[in-house]
């Protein structure tokens, strides 16, 4: 495998863990719906988290939160929406990012609720 995908996946695994110690339970994980992949699907009371997950090496070339582009966040739209119509969901929608990336010899994380919004 790619060693960017290896830092992918290290990511995505490193953000579902810090989503469980903050009381949110994990309904999938690389969920597809046609051309779209959530991340990571969430819960935490009446609230539907769906999180891209974005895992830099260094913030060299920008904040890992700044390559989530609006095609992505067209197809995320269309894949929660299915998502939830499958699932029978009554749930609030919220789209969030977790953006990761390494200082020294460390991986910082940081939870961006409410990252972007959709009409």
């Known amino acids: 495998m790619a060693e960017h995908n290896e830092l992918g996946k290290f990511g995505e695994k490193e953000a579902a863990a810090f989503l469980e110690e903050n009381g ?4 999938e994980t690389n969920w597809t719906f046609q051309k779209a992949e959530i991340d990571i699907i969430a ?3 009446n609230t539907l988290a769906i999180v ?3 895992t830099r090496s260094s913030i060299d070339f920008g904040l890992p939160q700044d390559f989530v582009k609006p095609k992505k966040i067209q197809l995320l739209v269309k894949a929660v929406n299915e998502y939830v119509i499958q699932n029978d969901m009554d749930v609030e929608v919220r789209f ?3 953006a990761i990336h390494k200082e ?3 991986f910082k994380i940081e939870h961006l609720e409410d990252a972007f919004f959709y009409f």
Do not use: A, C, N, S
């Not at 949110?24 to 309904?27: A, F, G, S």
């Open 52 to 54: 891209e997950v974005k």
């Open 96 to 98: 969030d990012i977790i």
């Open 104 to 106: 020294g010899d460390i």
């Open 43 to 45: 819960q935490k009371e």
């Open 24 to 27: 949110y339970e994990i309904l």
